[in-house]
């Protein structure tokens, strides 16, 4: 998984397309700010409005597999 930081978060994996994601951005205090679920490839997630600060990124698979990551917006 490759996560690159623009206005928008892109993401690429290279796992079996048929694969579903569950994207979610959530505040340090746990409130869930943005959702979005994918199907392998290439995808985009809008943070542009996001406001400064320090996020955490949680993708979960259809299997159950979790990667989290943690996003500093300038």
Known sequence: LILQQTSNLNFTQS?????????????IAGKT????????????MNIEKLIA???????????????TKKLVKN
């Open 15 to 27: 796992a079996d397309n048929s694969i579903n994601y569950n994207i979610k951005v959530t505040d």
């Open 33 to 44: 700010i943005l959702q979005q679920f994918a199907t392998g490839g290439s995808n985009q």
């Open 53 to 67: 600060g320090v996020y955490i990124i949680e993708i979960t698979d259809n299997k159950n597999n979790r990667i």
